[in-house]
């Protein structure tokens, strides 16, 4: 599917990113031009092979104990909010 | 939005097949979250159970929490599922501020469980509802929205509760009503009690539920559209959201309308489902799998080792008890109700012998105290040793019924047993011959008009002087020979 | 006249100061006086941390008076990628959307680098979010090559490549995620080494790509470089796809020769590159081949008949996880916000506002990829043909013992001649790509310089977790070679402090 304006626009708000107006055009034909190179992927038969999403999956991971630790970051954490109410992260209202 | 209030008739009903499949939400009773070592406890000062990793922070990873694992595994094994030996986790991305990295860690295409069932009792009838799937997930933070002045419009956000462990049980669309969604809660609920991996305590959030509700022309096959209901705090929500639902989309069918796929939210208050605000864009989650945590391998051995951990389960110790104590279904299913209940009820039948007047026991008085003090089965202030005694003496004779409730009432609030108690308020059996016989003169002396009348054949009064005589001991006469002891002192006046 | 301190091994330096011979502090002045002098002009370093520096350097000689015997690392400068997290420190992945945001929590190669006693100077400029080749995608400032200052130190890691080269601290730590340590190294002419995938803990290493992302240092030697590696390697217990077959290496071991030695050349991937590959490159690429033969290796031809998809499969996976890796940065926690109305909004002008072009192309590239009904066709394919790129590796390195790669088409280039095509700048990154997707180590050692002066690097590649071999290799080149000992004339134009 070649990459316009409006999949621009789709993705972007899908992405929570603003895209000035001006800027769109460019990024559809940046966008439509990488696609346009991966798509030499699809010539490949991948058929019965497996993905890798992991390299090292297959390790078997050590899990983690079920034991509290308890962690100090937390004023530093409020501190370093752009807004805060007292003991809570603070933001504009959801709807 | 409001939508008119609707409801169906039951000629409507009777036409239509309600189709109904829950998404139910388990809290798992871990000490740490799911990918971090802060702690669950409820109720916490806000972000105050924070570290870098449940609060986001660039650079942070995921780390698996054996124990949830462990749960979710065991809730699996009890309902029957086939345990995947690999499971991935995977992200699901969608922003909001209570989810702190924009994507929550949850299962997708290949999950930890699926399949297997809990059994429900509908109108008498035993059925099945079938499960899909059983998954890990981590639960978001808190926002609050309070109540603000006009203009003034925040959100705050408490991230304490993200990354608490969950698990989401979601059923087949087996269920038919309100009442059966109820059950199979119900169900479920005992069922993660009694492994005791959720406190399954509704109002702290510990379980929540979703519900996906259609109808459809009885006969057909096709599935209606399905709305969602969210919101649902408590059992009894569900099961009026769920019949309010079925009769709005029966009505409106009904009207000409057609069912729209939507969300909607229960309000408890006012007893409506309405619709959520919708969402600008629809849903595109772009899932993929977790690069940050490895699949989760599950060597056989493992599952093994936790299936022979598994304690017996409701259904199994209600058919146990009701094969070994002999006592009736429907005292096995009360008993059953938790765990610690049903230990209690079979030390105290086995302590007295008496299965079935233990069952009676518990079931009224002991019960009747916990609904009004809610106190749990371990709260209780009467050990079962000792009610056990108690129902032990009651068998034997030992104390009449009257004085055994004095009894139970005193052990309420005394650490001490029934026999220690007798002695100590003076609440022996009065069982001697010459005792009993002073007694009856006693009373037959200060109730001349009675004695008289049944000296003059009427029988009936002989109940009346023995219940004065009872009174007269407190109710510690030996009834038998008691009764004795009057009729021959009044057959001896009269000769 | 001696040589400059700044000119000498971490190992020297080190040795030195565990045996008192210098003080650390000393040897912290040395380089923070070379810093002030060639930083400015460099533009290397984001923050500098001189106060703190010194401070720790004076803490490591008082535990030294007191009989304390020091670590591998002791009293070495070291400076570090601003996307590796350091308590208190400003840490701003070269983005405007981390302005200001100083982490609660220190990174495990942080923790490793102080248990060494290794003294952190500061953090380095990089491509915003490691996502560039020359980083110039620096929100905050351009970098220049130590060879040329009209050309760029290459990236992501730019400014810790730069740094090593230019003697302002004899090592660095950069991330690769495509060959953000490599490529630069190349171009500045020092050694970059991309350990196997799960060799050292991510933890604190601001994410790009997860499933490629390797902490991995820059040095002026091979033993150096296996130095800090030693001193980072191994299992963490925050970050699971950490491995604790990650083994500390023997310097010892690196000067065994290459008798018997299997040299893997895929000389086909040269063909990839087309014209595209600077004779230069060829020149020095076939130079080392008989080098190595002359050295004792066999020379063995083998293929990576899949490394060719290896720029379309990385241009889907490392986007993809990018695009939800920087989902968090959403304005609500740390970092700088934009009001804007309500929530959406909030998020949306924060993000439009802190993110750079490079950065947003690849968001919304991952988005897109990831997105309903592009998935299988766009991540899944690619996660398959992943699958068949690191068997290519795995079977080469059954016949082989290390393989012999270029890791850059060209030299340097000029700062400002790449920036306008992006899917140019990513054609580019064909011979370091390849290793990245397979999770297997790679090495960028100095080989030689082009006509001009600028640095010409290669790439050798190994198998898992043996990152000894690729530098037991690397040492045999640098034994007969002085590419790697020369020095930029900006490193040794102030002198460089008294030895």
Redesign the interface.
Known sequence: MPIDVSVVRKIAALARLRIEPSEEERYARELDGILGFVEQLQALDVSGIEPTSQVTAGERPALRPDEVCASDVRDEALAGAPERDGDYFKVPQVV | MNRPAMSATDEMRAKYEPVIGLEVHAQLKTKTKIFCPCATTFGASPNTQVCPVCLGLPGVLPVLNERAVEFAVMTGLAVGATIHPRSIFARKNYFYPDLPKGYQISQYDRPLCEGGGVDIYSDGEKKRIGLVRIHLEEDAGKSLHPEGKEGVSTTRVDLNRAGVPLIEIVSEPDIRSGAEAYAYLTKLKQIVVYLDVCDGNMEEGSLRCDANVSVRPRGQEKFGTKTEIKNLNSFRYVEKAIAYEIDRQIALIESGGRVVQETLLWDSARNVAETMRSKEEAHDYRYFPEPDLLPVDLEDHWVEGLRETLPELPDALRERLVREQGIPEYDAEVLTETRSLAAYYEEVATRSGQPKLASNWIMTEVNAVRNKTGDTIDSFPIRADRLGDLVGMVASGRVSGKIAKQLFELMLASPDGPEALVQKHGLLPIEDDAALRALALEVLAANPGPTAEFRAGKEKTFAFLVGQAMKQSRGRAHPEKLQAALRAVLGEAAS | MSAPLVLESAEALAAAVAKGERSAADVTRAFLAQADRTAPILGTYLHRLAESALRDAEAIDRRRAKGETLGALAGVPVALKD???VR?VP?T?GSKI?E??????D?HVVERLRAADAVIVGKTNCDEFAMGSSTENSAYQVTKNPWNLECVPGGSSGGSAATVAACEVPLSLGSDTGGSVRQPAAFCGVYGLKPT??AVS??????F???LDQIGPFARSARDTALIHSALCG?D?????S?ADARPIALDGLEKDLTGFRLGVPRAILDEAGAGLAPSIRAAFEAAISAFERAGATIVDVALP?AR?A???Y??VAP??A??N????????????R?E?????????T???G?GREV??R???G??A???GY?D????????????I?KDFLDALEVSDTLLLPITPTPAFKIAEKTDD??AM?LSDIFSIPASL??VPALSFPASFDASGLPIGLQLVGRPFDEATMLRVARAYEREHDAASRAPAIATAGGGGAR
């Open positions: 996307n590796i997290c208190g840490t992945c981390l200001g945001y100083r982490p609660p929590y990174a995938y799960g991510r933890y604190g290493l601001v994410a790509a997860s499933s299992r217990a925050r970050d699971m796809t491995r899949h998809y720029i379309a499969t241009y889907l993809a996880e695009s939800s920087l989902a968090r940065y959403d304005g609500v926690r740390y970092g700088a916000r009001s109305g309500d929530l959406r909004g909030m998020y949306e002008a993000r439009g506002a993110f947003k192309r968001i919304l590239l988005t897109y990831l997105s309903a998935y066709a766009y991540y899944l394919r690619a996660q398959k043909v992943r699958t068949l690191r992006p899917l990513y397979a999770g």
